[in-house]
């Protein structure tokens, strides 16, 4: 039998986040406020944004643009610099070196190369991450193991492209980004924007391989840009943000109650 990444045993983490707040000093060439003699002022990023996901959750992070929203990935990714309040625990613990081997981070920039195919990218990668433990063969393997189970099978052989020449599609793009966290078999699996400009078709499938990847095990936290209420369903609990602030934390499910009893709600357009 063949090994398979995605069915391997996982250490299972209990993400909690409670009470986070951030804030950014406003830059100015002297130190100071735009040159006058005030100090510089602090602009709140996060303000207070609990939540909890365990092992086999997906988390949506909804919320309008400027939000805070990456913000609060990168600092659950435990790479967001200087002073955040409040706490992040992994089973308890603060992150560690160790966690962070655990954790993997779908940015919102693909890094890929567009000259190479989707199986040389995935290869490469895994000749990059994977311990030396493991043999070239193994690594390229794993490789391919992802590509099947991400269905990224028919597209292998295609340059994944880019900005400047016709290469995969959107969707498949976004596969290969997530293939090259899974191949470390992340615990917790983090995301910004993996449905950013795809179409609500290609949007549900790739929220429905969240939810593949959840279910094995993993803690899977992503944000998420255009929300729809059938997309909602799709996640165990969702955490909305505005100016930083949570308005809304708890179950996916009653999110649109939520909606409906506050009133319209800036910055959404909610589709069916
Ligand atoms: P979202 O992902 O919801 O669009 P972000 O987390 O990217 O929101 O940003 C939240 C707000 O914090 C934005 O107004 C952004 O400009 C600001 N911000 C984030 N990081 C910094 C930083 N390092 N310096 C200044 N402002 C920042």
Redo the contacts with the bound molecule.
């Keep these: 039998h063949r090994f398979s990444i995605l069915r391997a045993s996982l250490r299972p983490v209990i993400l909690k986040f409670e009470d986070v707040a951030y804030g ?1 000093q ?1 830059r100015s060439a002297k130190g100071t406020c735009f040159g006058s003699n005030e100090p510089t002022p602090i ?1 709140t ?1 996060l303000n207070g944004v609990s939540g909890i996901v365990r092992p086999g959750e997906l988390l949506a992070m909804l ?10 990935l990168t600092a659950l990714a435990g790479r967001l610099p200087g002073k955040i309040s409040g706490s992040i625990t992994y089973n308890g613990q603060p992150f560690t070196s160790s966690m962070k081997r655990k954790t993997g981070l779908v940015t919102q920039d693909d890094v890929l190369y567009p000259h190479l195919t989707v199986l040389e990218t995935l290869t490469y990668a895994a000749l990059l991450r994977l311990p030396d433990k493991l043999t070239r063969e193994e690594k390229v393997e794993q490789a391919e193991l992802i590509i099947m189970e991400l269905g990224l099978t028919r597209c292998r052989n295609s340059v994944v492209g880019g900005p400047l020449f016709r290469g995969i599609s959107g969707g498949e793009r976004k596969r290969v980004s997530i293939g090259q966290e899974m191949l470390v078999n992340p615990s917790l699996l983090l995301l910004d924007e993996p449905t950013s400009g795809l179409d609500s078709t290609t949007t549900q499938r790739i929220v429905a391989t969240l939810r593949t990847l959840a279910r094995g095990g993993r803690t899977v936290v992503t ?1 998420i840009h255009q929300p729809s209420s059938r997309l909602y369903r799709m996640f165990d609990k969702v955490v909305v ?1 505005s100016d ?1 602030c949570p308005i809304y934390s708890g179950k996916a499910g009653r999110v649109m109650d939520y909606f409906g009893s506050v009133g319209y709600v800036p910055g959404f357009n909610f589709v069916n």
Excluded at 63 to 72: A, E, F, H, I, W
């Design positions: 950014v406003c602009r990023v919320g309008p643009s400027g939000s805070g929203k990456t913000t609060l944000t943000l930083g």
